[in-house]
């Protein structure tokens, strides 16, 4: 079964940082590209960021390009945003997904807030 964990979330100021993190689990995760969305309350979903299998490339949206990293950790499954330079912008709900055989699976979220 596929699992995708998201922990790290949680209230940071404005222009501060924040790193959110997601432990995959049920696949073969060196083998996928992963990527972060977020979503606002009563919109769609915005996509953030997605990274190479082997971790060697990562894209983002403009929204984040610039300010945000994202990396993962093929030992332990896990990949990471780190998140630099917040806005009240950036306070949504984010998650982690992977598509896999044709199949794209996201996890239960974490919450970012921002507020001073």
């Known amino acids: 079964e596929v699992q995708l964990v998201e922990s790290g979330g949680g209230y940071v100021q404005p222009g501060g940082s924040l790193r959110l993190s997601c432990v995959a689990s049920?696949?073969?995760?060196?083998?996928?590209?992963m990527s972060w969305v977020r979503q606002v309350p009563g919109m769609g979903l915005e996509w953030v960021a997605s990274?190479?299998?082997?971790?060697?490339?990562?894209t983002y949206g403009s929204a984040v390009e610039g300010r945000f990293k994202n990396d993962r950790d093929n030992d332990n499954n896990t990949v990471s945003l780190q998140m630099n330079n917040v806005g009240s912008e950036d306070a949504d709900e984010y998650y982690c997904?992977?598509?896999?055989?044709?199949?794209?699976?996201w996890g239960r979220g974490t919450q970012v807030a921002v507020s001073s």
């Open positions: 049920g696949f073969r995760f060196s083998n996928f590209y």
């Open positions: 990274i190479r299998s082997d971790g060697t490339s990562a």
């Open positions: 997904g992977a598509c896999i055989h044709l199949v794209t699976y």
